[in-house]
């Protein structure tokens, strides 16, 4: 081996779109932003990891059924 070690993967958060999509969605639920960020374990919703974000939809989409 070189030596070097491998560069950490980067990781992909939510796009623009998604975000505005989750914010409504937090928005027509009144869902309480801090509690849902303290859940995920994210200082802000524009850090959820893009791999997360259909259960995260999921979830407040059931809110409004």
Do not use: M
């Not at 560069?7 to 869902?31: C, G, M, W, Y």
């Not at 997360?52 to 059931?62: D, I, P, Q, S, T």
């Amino acid at each position: 081996t070189t030596g070097k070690s491998e560069p950490a993967p980067r990781i992909k958060f939510i796009s623009d779109k998604q975000f505005a999509e989750l914010q409504a969605l937090v928005d027509q639920t009144n869902t309480d932003l801090a509690l849902l960020c303290k859940h995920y374990k994210i200082n802000a919703l524009k850090e959820l990891q893009n791999s997360r974000f259909n259960a995260v939809k999921a979830a407040l989409e059931k809110k409004l059924a």
